[in-house]
């Protein structure tokens, strides 16, 4: 996004023509109100970016179909310009070629302005050219989704005049007419150029039927150029002109569009051979997703504040203006109170916008056509004295953020120091703290420049190849999917939203032909669409990859073997995390289990992180929070997210049984989403890698992680990417796994976490005492002849008797001063320590797991201890 520097922020409003209330489409759903359509085409033009084009920012819903549209603005204009001096035949062409250029890269991306006038036409602080407006025409479907004409008549050419006007809401209009071409923004050029030449304008003092009249008339002139001088009194200025400067102006005002030049054809005209060496050509701005270098110089110097040494530079003017657009509104900007301010919106009693009606003696009550929903073709500067005001106190150097490894010796900078102090508070502050967020926005953006210079793949090519338009046997599901996914959501509740969730999600069904669309897959789409709206192949790319780490299997054709597994380890996490809940949910039956109650599975919290069908269980801004985190995790991660859901709920789901549960998990409560990010980290923190182990899981890959690259993660490495040993984990079959109600850990897991060597253990929390104790449950003699150092000897023949059945709890003994810790049960076979951790789980005991393979697996190890003989 380009500097902000000498451009302004400027607001504009207009209504979209409204709909009845009473009709819905050919699906049965109310239409989509034109409003909702506009916003959704306005998307594609904030990425529109060319050095001749006034940047579009934001646009934004208000009350009875009004839109607000937000864009870069400046205060001087072509009748300005032609007002203050007389311009020369070099100016002219200038202004000229610099508009060409803006039209020709407008057709190259489909887009044709069509309301070209002296007042959409602005000049920089240099003098150089910027369309405004150059997007209404598009993002109202060439006008058909408002109550007004799209340009003024003034310089509207020919063919667009003689379509006539048309109205969406009148009945005697049954198809929209046909769009505007190239050609006929080449015949606005023409008219301000013209003007510019004459020194006044034309065609402005007349009635529009009189005007409209005379440009058809037109038609049947030879010299169209010397008509329209002879009419309004300045043929002799025509006249001293240049005869190239002449030969352009008759080129664009050319009557018949057929022989009129496109605004391409208009670049390589000789006529502007003397100018078009001093434009070099536009070069795209890289993007984040390429593979050309994005940071040239980025080195920073040793002492930061050398940049910083002036009190009165303005700092802000170098950030993107959509970031300062951003930053204005969290300082308090209003959009529809800077235009009320203005008098561009005005209220009126409710009387005064009763519609018209007439009785049968034909007297008409009621108000007429109010004009106030006509275009207002004013755009208010929005004012950013509030916004500086507020970041008057934040440092220079904030600025130019020092990086962890930059930093070194050097003092630590006021901006840090804020930073640090303002993370502590609640997230519903910090995202509203504009010093905050300018921090934090100015530190990503030098991070992704500085540590992401190269991203490797072409992700663009790869979805151009995908067939996207081949009708397949899952577009029926696809349709009937997408209008009820995230459909409270302005954007992708629009067409153009419908339409792209329909691209990307066919995208990958055809990419992918191994696996199926589940229902569901459009809600898991929902993230990546919404914050890549307008990059397709970029959302296609996230969640292609998003997938296989995450729900790696979940689309085959038969995919019950993975849901089970999956809830089972699940099931396992809360026996591991919280026994006291598990203990009450399978007492009451209310256990995940695609065999007893698919109402309940797909209602389960987890199934927000691992289940496709339900990703909509929270409104996407929650969805972001939440996935931010979990995108730093292993593919583990999303227990532990689960698990933290859960326990938010725990207070609920103890005081109730089966059917109370089914309702309150069919209608969520409010989660603290923020709370749950920060407990699902703890717990993930004390859960071994091992213990969420799953065999059909994604296997560990050589090379790359797919697009999220090789990311640091704040938690342990995923257990699945780790090689395999004779200490790893073994494959469970799911009726053994179902069986237990503790996960197993490793053997490589266990002497991680217990530090073990010759020294014996080490491993100790913050209070000193150590994190894990291994509870070895084999009998005395075995034990004697090696176990693990610093472990706990409780045989199973003194708590359990020959046919299983308890003989007395351990948990009233030595265990009570162990709770809190990871419980690690040890024993010859696995059978007797899933019986002994079942028992610590019904009695409350958290963080119980088992020895995969037993004691057996860590004899080869030497790391086992025996006692010295006693002397």
């Known amino acids: 996004m380009k500097p902000i520097r000498d451009a302004q922020l400027g607001a504009f409003t207009f209504f979209a023509s409204a709909l ?34 006034c940047q579009y920012v934001d646009i934004s819903r208000g009350k009875h179909e009004r839109l607000i549209v937000v864009a870069e603005h400046y205060s001087r204009n072509l009748g300005d310009f032609r007002q203050e001096q007389t311009v020369s035949p070099e100016k002219v062409l200038q202004v000229a070629y610099e508009v060409l250029e803006g039209l020709d890269f407008m057709n190259k991306h489909g887009l044709v302005h069509r309301a070209l006038s002296p007042n959409n036409v602005l000049l920089d602080c240099k003098g150089n ?36 006007c048309f109205h969406p809401s009148d009945p005697s209009h049954s198809e929209t007419p046909l769009p505007s071409g190239p050609k006929s923004d080449v015949w606005s050029l023409g008219i301000l150029l013209f003007e510019l030449c004459a020194g006044r304008r034309v065609l402005q003092n007349i009635e529009i039927s009189d005007k409209l009249k005379f440009i058809l008339t037109l038609g049947c002139m030879d010299d169209i150029v010397t008509v329209l ?31 009129r030049p496109t605004p391409a054809e208009l670049l390589g005209d000789p006529v502007f051979d003397g100018i078009s060496c ?14 050309s270098l994005r940071c040239a110089h980025l080195e920073l110097p040793d002492d930061i504040s050398d940049l910083c040494k002036d009190d009165d530079e303005d700092y802000l003017s170098e950030r993107g203006i959509d970031e300062v657009y951003h930053l204005w509104c969290l300082a308090g900007g209003d959009l ?68 962890e490894d930059e930093q070194s010796s050097l003092p630590q900078s006021n901006s840090s120091n804020e930073l640090s102090a303002t993370v502590t508070l609640p997230l519903i502050i910090r995202e509203r703290d504009t010093e905050y967020q300018l921090i934090r926005i100015i530190l990503f953006d030098r991070l992704l420049k500085v540590r992401a210079a190269y991203v490797l793949g072409d992700i663009q090519a790869k979805y151009d190849s995908t067939d996207k338009d081949t009708p397949i046997p899952t577009d029926r599901q696809i349709e009937v999917d997408i209008p009820r996914c995230h459909q409270y959501d302005e954007l992708l509740s629009s067409p153009q939203g419908h339409i792209k969730f329909r691209r990307v999600l066919k995208a990958w069904v055809v990419s992918h032909p191994d696996l199926v669309y589940w229902q569901g897959l459009d809600s898991l789409c929902a993230p990546f669409l919404y914050l890549n709206f307008n990059n397709e192949a970029l959302a296609y790319a996230c969640m292609s990859a998003f997938i296989p780490k995450y729900l790696y299997n979940f689309f085959l054709k038969d995919n019950s073997h993975v849901i089970q597994e999956y809830l089972t380890v699940f099931s396992q996490m809360i026996a591991f995390h919280d026994p006291e809940l598990s203990n009450h949910l399978n007492e009451i039956g209310f256990i995940p289990d695609v065999n007893t109650d698919m109402v309940f599975v797909t209602h389960f919290p ?7 069908w339900h990703a909509d269980v929270f409104p996407l801004h929650k969805i972001f929070h939440l996935w931010d985190t979990l995108l730093l995790g292993s593919s583990s991660f999303p227990f532990c997210i689960g698990v933290a859901i859960l326990q938010q709920l725990r207070d609920r789901l103890l005081a109730n049984g089966f059917n109370e549960c089914i309702l309150l998990f069919s209608d969520l409560p409010e989660i603290d989403i923020e709370r749950c990010v920060r407990e699902s980290i703890n717990l993930f923190c004390w859960t071994p890698k091992s213990a969420t182990y799953r065999q059909y899981a994604q296997p560990m890959k050589a090379g790359g992680d797919g697009i999220f690259g090789k990311t ?65 449950i084999r009998n005395v003699e075995d034990f004697g002849r090696g176990h693990v150092s610093g472990s706990i000897n409780i045989p199973f023949n003194s708590v359990f ?28 076979a696995v059978k007797s320590a899933a019986l002994f951790a079942a028992h610590l789980v019904k009695v409350n005991f958290s963080r119980v797991c088992i020895l995969d393979g037993g004691i057996s697996k860590l004899k080869p190890t030497g790391l086992l201890t025996v006692p010295s003989p006693q002397i």
């Open 129 to 164: 050219v910027k369309l405004a407006k150059f997007g209404l025409y598009h993002m109202t479907d060439h006008g058909a989704d408002v109550d007004f004409p799209i340009g003024n008549p003034s310089y509207l050419a020919p063919e667009v005049i003689a379509l006539g």
């Open 278 to 291: 001093h434009y070099p050509p536009f070069q795209k701005p890289v993007s984040l997703f390429s593979s």
């Open 606 to 612: 987890c199934c927000i992180c691992f289940s496709t």
């Open 712 to 776: 640091a993660t704040y938690f342990s490495s995923d257990y699945q990417d780790m090689p395999k040993t004779d200490l790893s984990r073994e494959p469970l079959a799911l009726c053994d796994l179902k069986a237990e109600v503790s996960p197993r850990i490793s053997a490589e897991d266990l002497i991680d976490l217990c530090e073990l060597s010759l020294a014996g253990p080490t491993k100790r929390s913050k209070s000193g005492k150590p994190k894990i104790v291994a509870v070895d």
């Open 336 to 403: 529809e109170k800077e235009l009320t301010n203005k008098e561009i919106i005005q209220s009126k009693p409710p009387v005064c916008t009763l519609p018209k009606f007439v009785l049968e003696d034909g007297e008409s009550f009621g108000q007429g056509r109010d004009r106030s929903f006509l275009l207002d073709d004013t755009t208010v500067k929005l004012p950013l004295c509030q916004l500086r005001n507020r970041l008057k106190d934040v440092a220079g150097e904030a600025y130019y953020p020092l990086l």
């Open 229 to 259: 001088a002879e009419e309004h009194g300045c043929l002799e200025i025509i006249k001293e002109l240049p005869e190239n400067v002449v030969e352009l102006l008759r080129k664009c005002l050319t009557f018949l569009p057929s022989k």
């Open 20 to 53: 009845p209330h009473d009709v819905c489409g050919s699906n049965g759903l109310p239409l989509t109100p034109n409003s909702i359509k506009i916003l959704g085409r306005f998307q594609i033009l904030k990425t529109t970016t060319h050095p001749r084009l």
């Open 801 to 828: 008797g020959p046919d299983g059945e308890l003989v007395q709890c351990p948990a009233s003994g030595v265990l009570q001063n162990y709770r809190g810790r990871v419980i690690v049960i040890i024993s010859h």
